[in-house]
């Protein structure tokens, strides 16, 4: 039975998961929810996600939310059945490492890129406010402080934990590409290193240009 | 060698780390910090955690920070090996729903009570801040919000993935600051029958109540840290 995910690929909690399927050579199908205000129905709440987010798996009858537990999950079952790509180390302590450095993308790199994302794509377009350009200069003001962080933790590795695994993944933001801040990667030679090796991997690579296509193609969600 | 653990006992991330060693039977060691300030030098970052924050784990050589990638961590290699407690189970869809109510605790529980918290405990005493009338509304707002869903998700069930597990344990600091702690707002907990019998039964575990306690002496004893 075909994994199916319900989510809409703009949305960066959603990619994160289709990349960990395509990744792990999972056939899945994706179903957009019918809209922003159908994840408020009673039904969708019922049955869905008790807290109105995307995305939502389904693995037969099995239902999971939440795309990181989901991508976890994911690698549990599936890691090593359809190819080899390693996605979590089998070794306890580089397991522990990943885990950790997920950690640092939802703790510390998420909060002000979702700030970014929001103020520069979402607060007109789904809210009708104006960006406020003091809550971008803020956010951008943290970020350089994370990637400050995230440039010795790269320095001398090609991905966080060494070898590419879930935690890369769980940091492809497609901010890069269509948002007007990409020098705070680019003035920093690890974290951009780090960034074009990440992009030009082939189901990653694809992923960020089908979503800034839909940006660029479209004015409305 | 004996398990180092970095951070406060009273810091909510350090306890629930202290919960998860007591609960899988494991001895340790807590070092606390020379001070919070002392998490913004350099060899703290360089060293211990490089975003400048608590609990951070030795076992042996090897070092882990984040609290729940931690207590991961530690369920992974010692679950088993020195009792019985079940903390993750084997069965990937089971382990697969704790993961999730792990992940709902940290984006849907803690942002609310830690502004609660913030407020009513925090703020006065680390920042010299009156507290905020407007976001303690909003907090209880938000919090009533997310506990009508717990009650919801507890219906018919014990514990949130049916048996105890991590996903229970790691609600435990914040609910403790909130409802046993700054105490004004257990109304919320106390009018919800499922969410008060699941606090109810996961507090009066020995491990969980002593730990809790210990947290609750040092809040009552000290003005200043």
């Known amino acids: 039975m075909t994994i199916k995910l319900i ?13 960990c399927l395509k990744e792990l050579g999972l056939p899945y199908e994706l179903e957009s929810p019918a809209s922003l205000q159908s994840l408020k129905d009673e ?8 807290f109105r987010k995307i995305p939502v798996l389904f693995d037969g009858d099995f239902r999971i939310t939440e795309s990181r537990p989901i991508c976890r999950y994911l690698v549990s079952k599936y890691q090593d059945k359809h190819n080899d790509t390693i996605l979590i180390p089998n070794d306890v302590h580089k397991a522990g490492l990943v885990d950790q450095f997920i950690s640092y993308e939802l703790s510390y790199y998420d909060p002000p890129i979702s700030k970014l994302i929001h103020q520069e794509k979402f607060s007109k377009r789904l809210f009708n406010k104006d960006p406020d350009p003091e809550v971008i200069k803020q956010a951008r003001e943290e ?3 994370v990637l400050d962080v995230y440039e010795k933790l790269l320095e001398r590795k090609e991905y966080l934990n060494g070898e590419y695994s879930l935690a890369d993944i769980v940091h492809t933001y ?45 004015e409305n969600i």
């Open 143 to 145: 970020f350089a402080k």
């Open 43 to 50: 039904d969708y709440i019922a049955n869905k996600h008790p």
């Open 7 to 19: 989510g809409k690929s703009l949305s960066s909690p959603t990619v994160r998961v289709i990349i």
């Open 174 to 218: 497609y901010v890069y590409g269509i948002v007007t801040h990409s020098d705070l990667w680019d003035n920093r030679p690890n974290v951009k290193n780090w960034w074009n090796r990440l992009c030009n991997r082939d189901v990653i690579k694809k992923s960020l240009e089908e979503t800034k296509s839909f940006w660029e193609n479209n």
